[in-house]
């Protein structure tokens, strides 16, 4: 005579036949064990933070082997072995970032959710004529001829709206100009695609990054292209656009302002909307008075938290004023400031105090 089992082997047989099952679509679609757990049950953030783990820890095995590639073909003994302590030293660094991002990108899940991220992006929710917008963002001015000019150190940072528009997954977008200076030299130029949501919203759908840098004993001494590192567009390889700056901000509210895995993950915090100098100390730090007062007298200035589990800890503090957008960045761990210098958006613009 067979008896039934009881509640307790009952619940056990369904954790062997769910484990064995998990174990089973695991190997059959190539994800790590870890993964498939938090798709069954929905967590598809955390699954996704938990794909990228893995991917990390790939690219840092293939990373660290074609390193030893290069180490084998040294000739000098002393060389060889210092090439491959170097080697080794930089997977110990780059597998404790691989860590580092996964905690940062679980944290996020914590923050916006877990389900998965796949924003609309309908043609017909956008404006196709950037001189006249439906409801233009007041903290986001986009125009064909505005400028913006900023300053900080030695760097030097230009930013056009253009002439030009970018279809992108049949979204009409503007196309930014973003050029960065050092000492006089261009280290990166970026065109920026943004589209603006009749809404208000403004979001981002891609960037063409070019990095480029100077060595030493080139003649002629040009800049060099030698990255472009943080490139994407909505609708390759999977990349998807974010919001860059909502019409309506709220403090407390997270955005991914771009989804690009591995890639370009920045994200934004709305810490104020009423923000005015002299009140948060925290807000204050680093903030120019002069420049805050010229701008938001009136309690009425958005501060930003800009930050990417790409680069754990690191973060920036962006002040946005009616009329005028983006004015200050602020970087505390580093005690950096950018501030605006030059802009032709707002009759303000002529006011902008010297840095």
């Known amino acids: 005579m067979q008896h039934s089992p009881d509640g307790a082997t ?60 290069v180490c084998i073909n040294v000739s000098d003994d002393e060389e060889r072995n210092e090439c491959v302590d170097e080697a080794e030293a930089a997977r110990v660094e780059a597998r404790a970032l691989c860590r580092e991002q996964y905690a940062a990108r679980r944290d996020l899940c914590g923050e916006i959710g877990e389900a998965r991220y796949d924003p609309g992006f309908d043609p017909a ?17 986009l125009a064909p001829g505005h400028h913006w000019e900023f300053a900080g150190g030695e760097e030097r940072i230009v930013i056009e709206v253009l002439d030009e528009t970018k279809l992108v997954e049949g979204v009409t977008c503007i196309v930014v100009n973003d050029r960065v200076e ?27 990054v070019k990095d480029f840098e100077t060595f030493a004993g080139d003649v002629p001494a040009l800049p060099e292209l030698i990255r472009i590192d943080g490139s994407f567009k909505a609708g390759r390889d999977g990349d998807k656009p974010g919001i860059l700056f909502p019409i309506a901000p709220a403090p407390g509210e997270v955005h991914r302002q771009e989804f690009s895995a591995g890639n370009a993950e920045d994200v934004i915090r709305i810490l104020s909307t009423t923000y005015r100098y002299g009140v948060d100390p925290e807000l204050d730090e680093l903030v120019p008075p002069e420049l805050a007062e ?23 503090r962006k002040y946005y ?15 950096e400031v950018v501030r605006l210098v030059d802009c032709n958006v707002d009759p303000r613009c002529a006011l902008l105090p010297s840095p």
């Open 294 to 316: 010229l701008f938001c007298s009136a309690g009425d200035c958005v501060v930003t938290y800009d930050f990417s589990p790409l680069s754990p800890g690191a973060f920036e």
């Open 125 to 141: 929710d956008f404006d196709d004529d950037f001189t006249d917008l439906t409801t233009p963002n007041p903290f986001f001015p």
């Open 10 to 69: 009952r619940r056990s047989c369904r954790g062997h036949v769910r484990g064995w099952a998990t174990r089973s679509l695991a190997a059959a679609v190539g994800f790590a064990p870890g993964v498939v757990p938090a798709i069954v049950e929905g967590r598809f953030c955390s699954a996704t933070a938990a794909a990228q783990l893995d991917a990390c820890r790939f690219e840092v095995r293939e990373d660290f082997l074609t390193a030893k590639a």
């Open 182 to 208: 050092v000492a006089g030299e261009v280290i990166e130029d970026t065109d920026d695609w943004f589209a603006h949501a009749r809404s208000g919203d403004v979001l981002y759908c891609g960037e063409e």
């Open 321 to 335: 004023a009616r009329g005028i957008g983006r004015f200050l960045e602020t970087n505390p761990p580093d005690a």
